[in-house]
């Protein structure tokens, strides 16, 4: 009992734990077959070795082929839960550890002699069960598709929006965070026109800019439409921000710019509370700040497309601000640095947003069409349309607000 | 159309250049051009056709009696340059850009014979920021005005060129605001920067860029010419692609880093000469420009032939790719399966022989 209670560790129950071909002295005294010399033939050892296949002698591993290394694993676990007639029982298993030379580094790599056959079938399993039946034809098409982004074969528009890099990727990410952690439902889809411009407004919330992202989601799976998003310069120029912004269809804030894609027939998003939106605190959720200068209005009355109001419930709990540091937002160039209950504390942690449900409403679109043509220059029009725009929106929120049972509900 | 009856004479200037000097031979070519006389003060290094080559210095009065001797009608500047070059440092540069077109201008304003000016100014003027419009108008501001080097040359001399239309009324002013250049030909700073054969990027930014092939610029400048149609137009191909894809579709690897190291390595290669990283260099490859073109449809009726898209892949011909081994690695991949099914996009009709056997090899494997 006494020898047969070693447990191997580490060197599956062979002795030696260095590079060398000879083990110590004392690890030769652990191992069962401690009298043999470790580089003595297989067969002879006292623990019995009788069996057919173990005569052969053990000293090309490479000749052994793909059955070597294999069981050499199995019958470490193997003998692992304590069955100390186990590890003496070497003729069952077809490698008992008296019976095989010492253990080189070169072999305890995991990957170390796995035969080619093995990888290939481990292939195409992986392959059949991640595109399915038709898994060649699947994998063809996939890599196709990386063919055609490596070597540039795709178009992108004026503002450099990459239609199938945003569908094919950055929608298909965000998807499941829409459906699985906000469980958004969009209500009103029906409100957005099938063709032509169209400004949603919407109002803004939630510390980082998760809104106006969840929102392009929901409204490309309802409509089949792509948001192009006007966003603050400070989009722009952030590394990383920035190429992907553009590729996501988003373009700068400015007035040149929203004419440009409302007369293109685009679908524009704007979000007009910009950073006072986006970063008041968690005091005042739901609470409209002021909506800019009312550009957004003079872009769509030039332009003559419909302004649809969007209200989004739930972003604003995603991260509750708490609080700021005026002075290290400041320094770092940005609107404000972000204290939540969970961040910074939590680190990276606290950066994960609670899953509060979300409930979007586009409202009825309001007409900009039927006024004469200098009304963008018109400054209490453009007034009068924003205030009706804001009141809409701000409604809106209170019943939702009203039919939500809960934040997380 | 043309003012005399034997076709008019030009004035080509900075034709040691290339790009120059190929406008001068496309206007000789021009069956409404009588004559067309080069002006530089290095001779051109290449063939120059039935252009005439004539030794000044645009920064002398020399100039002016050039302008007077040959009955100059018709100016063409396309002398301002990006790059110091061969022609010494940055100072040098400035002499020849500003005061050369000073100069011009001067030249051209005492000769009454002078009624069309053609300048070729580029698109550099809007500069390049995060605050810039997706697509500049000719009537846009730069957002932030340029300080320095050839940025701010040019926004001096498209002042002066201004100047010269308002004291000249009866004379034709034609400024082409051209986006970058490129082509086989080309040597300019964003071209070599193209041409390196491992091209670091502003790393976290992707510029969308807009280019001009250089038969496009020829033919823009000629067409210029032949009808004289006053005012400010942008010249650019068709299309914005971003300067990912740019070097994808060039083959080229790249290497992202910081905008401060991209602009160390930048003035560690000009100092061996391999290429140039000017400021403004750098602003465009950290945010790019698009430039609106309907003016140039629409006004000046020019139409470029070639896109910004072609213009690359023509310019792609002329490299020796130093990368896309992805590419070939994911080629030779789906050689081994079956064809794809023309479901997104057409796909390779050839491999459709050689697929099943090979897919089937693998399946056995």
Known sequence: ????????????????????????????????????????????????????????????????????????????????????????????????PAGRPATTTAERHPLGGVPVGDW??????????????????????????????ITGDYAVDDFGFDQELTERFLLASLRPLAQKWFRLELRGAHHVPATGGALIVSNHSGTIPVDGLMSMVAIHDRTGRHVRALA??????????????????????????????????????????????????????????????????????????????????????????????????????VPYIPITPFFPWLGPLGMVPLPSKWLLELGEPIRTDEHEPGAADDPMLVFDVTDQVRETIQQTLYTLLMERESIFG | MAETDTGRVVLVTGVSRDLARRCGRALAEDPGVRRVIGVDVAPPTGDVGAMSFVRADVRSPVIAKVVAAEDVDTVVHLGVIATPGGAGGRSTMKEH????????????????????????????????????????????????????????????????????ARRRPDCTVTTLRCANVVGPHVRSPFTSYLRLPVVPR???????????????????????VARALPGTFNVAGAGVLPLSQVLRRLRRPSVP????????????????????????????????????????????????????ATTVADFATTLSPTGGHLERVLGSLSDRLPPVPPSPRPARP????????????????
């Open chain 2, 350 to 365: 050839a491999l459709a022989a050689v697929a099943p056997t090979a897919a089937g090899g693998e399946g056995r494997g």
């Open chain 1, 120 to 149: 290939l079938a481990a292939f195409r399993h992986g392959a059949a069960e991640v595109f399915g039946d038709q898994w060649e034809p699947q994998l063809a098409r996939f890599l196709a598709f990386w063919r055609r982004r």
């Open chain 2, 97 to 164: 850009n500003v005061l050369g077109t000073m100069q011009l201008l001067a030249a051209c304003q005492r000769s009454p014979q002078v009624r069309r000016l053609v300048v070729k100014s580029t698109t550099t003027v809007y500069g390049s920021s995060s605050r810039d419009p997706a697509m500049f108008t000719e009537d846009m501001e730069p957002r932030r005005v340029p300080r320095s080097g050839y940025a701010k040359d040019v926004v001096e001399i498209e002042g002066y060129v201004r100047g010269f």
């Open chain 2, 257 to 308: 880093m910081p905008a401060m190291a991209v602009g160390r390595l930048g003035s560690l290669t000009d100092q061996v000469r391999i290429s140039d990283f000017s400021p403004e260099l750098l602003a465009l490859l950290t945010h790019g420009r698009g430039v609106d073109t309907t003016a140039m449809r629409d006004v000046l009726g020019f139409e470029p032939r070639w896109t910004s």
């Open chain 1, 1 to 96: 009992m006494g020898d047969a209670e070693i447990i191997p560790i580490g060197t599956r129950g062979r002795p030696g734990r260095g590079t060398g071909t000879r083990p110590s002295s004392a690890a030769r005294g652990l191992a069962p077959g401690a009298r043999r010399s470790p580089s003595g033939t297989g067969g002879t050892g006292a623990d019995g070795g009788t069996g057919g296949d173990h005569d052969v002698p053990p000293a090309p591993r490479s000749a052994d082929g793909p059955q070597d290394p294999r069981p050499d694993p199995t019958s470490g676990t193997a003998a692992d839960p304590g069955s100390p007639a186990h590890v003496a029982d070497g003729p069952g298993a077809d490698s008992s």
């Open chain 2, 202 to 224: 502003v790393a976290g930014f992707d510029p969308r860029l807009q280019v001009l092939h250089e038969d496009d610029l020829q033919a823009a400048v000629v067409h210029a």
């Open chain 1, 232 to 333: 603050a310069d400070l989009v722009f120029t952030l590394p990383g921000v920035s190429s992907l912004a553009r590729k996501a269809g988003a373009t700068l804030a400015c007035h040149e710019d929203a004419e440009r894609m409302l007369r293109g027939g685009e679908l524009v998003g704007v979000w007009p509370e910009g950073f006072k939106g986006i970063g008041k605190p968690y005091a005042d959720r739901y609470k409209l700040q002021r909506f800019g200068r009312g550009g957004f209005v003079s872009a769509a009355l030039r332009t003559g497309v419909p302004i649809i109001p969007l209200s989004v419930v739930g972003a604003e709990e995603i991260y509750p601000l708490v609080g700021n540091i005026p002075a290290l937002a400041r320094l770092l160039g």
